[in-house]
């Protein structure tokens, strides 16, 4: 019985954009950008073995009563891969695909993430095999519950915090505190991350990964002596990330001149309005169309004289088949693995300046902290503080990055891998070895 439906439902499905790590195992293929940092880094051989274990990998069948009645098991995973440096943070998807070779890796990969930007976290992921496009929202929501019960043991404020993924939403995020906090009896908001604002989320968290790409991008521009004010940039993707990095980009003065999404795209050489885009994208739901200018697609972005290049949309867009026609000289990568590694190779042996999803992207889980923060002082900031802090957050990183990858005559993506290592690997040598 679905018990409480004031939150929208209909967006609970979101269309599966982030399968980044979609090889044949992705655990490995995660690992061997581990495995160069660990290179560089001259790991010691027991600390290589340990960083390169999960700590826990939870398994659990979550049966679910149907609205026909009848009963179906469903099979969920939570793996909690480091949290020497804190309790474990990572989404909870819900997706046909999800396999634990997957969660493990994604696990890895939030590790990482977050102490490139040095949250006080470790890195976790969970996941539902299912397909939640054929889900009403009472069968999501008892799954939600049940899975949540399932994993309960893992979870907490000091152990283990999700936040919203592949086809999960605030909706979910709520039932998963409501669940955790009937267990233990009191309100523990502080359990999730991604929560509405009026149960504990935060202000600027739907902005915090566009606007963590705005401040990459301009501190990028700073080091390589071009003027934001002058520059011009292409966006691929007009969802949240994309026209928030968009929209924040126009804001300090930069020139978006060509933006695509699903359906396709506008471009303009002087400059287009982006917050009128913002009007007409809510109203047509695509910019196809957008009056401000001529219609361009994929191909045609990715080849612009442009000075900044964000692709927003979805993984694997920049390959061998587009990377050596790229004019850019800053990509940020806003979405997750846009970039195949062999463009990687060749772009930065071009000397274009990739800077990393793994650090681009890091707004949104920074303020995820913040909101983790916000709700275990249950004292909630004003949407400036959060946003002050968010960029102090960044920028340290981005430098931290920076001067790793000139250290180490490297490219930013092994810098950032670098930076993120160092940090977890100092922690667990400096706690030393349980029993
Ligand atoms: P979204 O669903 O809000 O937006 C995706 C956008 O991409 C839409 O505008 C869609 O029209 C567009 N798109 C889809 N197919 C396209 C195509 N073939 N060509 C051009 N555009 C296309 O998603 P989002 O939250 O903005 O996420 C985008 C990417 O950023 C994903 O890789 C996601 O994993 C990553 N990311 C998001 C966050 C976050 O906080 N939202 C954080 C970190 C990483």
């Known amino acids: 019985m679905t018990t409480d439906l004031r939150l929208p439902t209909d967006r609970i499905v979101r269309p599966d954009k982030d399968r980044f790590l979609n090889e044949e195992n992705p655990f490995e293929a995660m690992m061997s950008r581990f495995d160069r940092a660990a290179e560089l880094l001259d790991l010691e051989p027991g600390l290589y073995k340990v960083l390169r274990h999960p700590e826990k990998q939870i398994t659990v069948s979550v049966p679910v009563m ?15 891969y480091n949290t020497s440096r804190g309790p474990a943070k990572g989404g909870i998807r819900f997706d046909l695909n999800v396999t634990l070779e997957e969660v493990k890796a994604l696990a890895a990969w939030m590790t990482w993430k977050c102490a490139v930007v ?9 996941g539902v095999v299912c397909d939640p496009l054929k889900m009403s ?31 999960t939403n605030e909706r979910v995020m709520a039932w998963v505190m409501d669940t955790y906090s009937m267990h233990m009896r009191h309100t523990v908001t502080a359990v999730v991350t991604g929560k509405p ?31 934001i004010q002058d520059a011009t940039v292409a966006v691929q993707g007009f969802g949240n990330v994309g026209s928030v990095s968009a929209d924040l980009l126009q804001k300090i003065g930069a020139k978006i001149v060509a933006v695509t999404d699903w359906k396709g795209g506008v471009y303009n050489a002087r400059g287009l309005d982006v917050t009128k885009m913002l009007d007409y994208a809510k109203q047509h739901k695509s910019i196809e169309g957008f009056p401000g200018g001529e219609s361009i697609d994929n191909t045609r972005l990715y080849q612009l004289d442009v000075d900044v290049l964000i692709p927003a949309a979805l993984e694997n867009q ?3 088949e587009n990377a050596p026609k790229i004019k850019a000289k800053i990509i940020a990568e806003g979405a997750n693995g846009p970039t195949t590694p062999e463009a990687h190779k060749h772009l930065h042996e071009r000397g274009v300046f990739v800077i990393p999803d793994i650090l681009a992207n890091a707004g949104g889980v920074t303020t995820s902290y913040f909101e983790w ?24 990183a981005f430098e931290d990055v920076l001067t790793t990858a000139q250290r180490y005559k490297t490219d930013l993506r092994t810098a950032a891998y670098v930076v993120a290592i160092n940090r977890v690997a100092t922690v667990t040598r400096m706690r030393g070895m349980y029993a």
């Open 373 to 396: 923060v916000q709700d275990r002082h249950g004292y909630f900031w004003e949407e400036d503080e959060v946003n002050r802090r968010l960029e102090a957050k960044m920028c340290e």
């Open 118 to 126: 040095n949250l006080p976290f470790g890195g976790a992921k969970g």
């Open 318 to 320: 920049i390959t061998m």
């Open 66 to 80: 149907m609205d026909n009645g009848e009963v179906e098991v469903f099979i969920g995973h939570r793996v909690l």
């Open 197 to 227: 604002i009026e149960m504990g989320g935060s202000l600027g968290r739907r902005e915090a990964t566009g606007r963590g790409v705005m401040i990459v991008t301009r501190e990028a521009a700073k080091h390589l002596g071009l003027k």
């Open 137 to 167: 929202a009472g069968e999501l929501e008892r799954l939600t519950r049940r899975y949540t019960a399932g994993i309960i043991s893992t979870l907490g404020p000091d152990s283990d915090v999700p936040a919203p993924d592949v086809n």
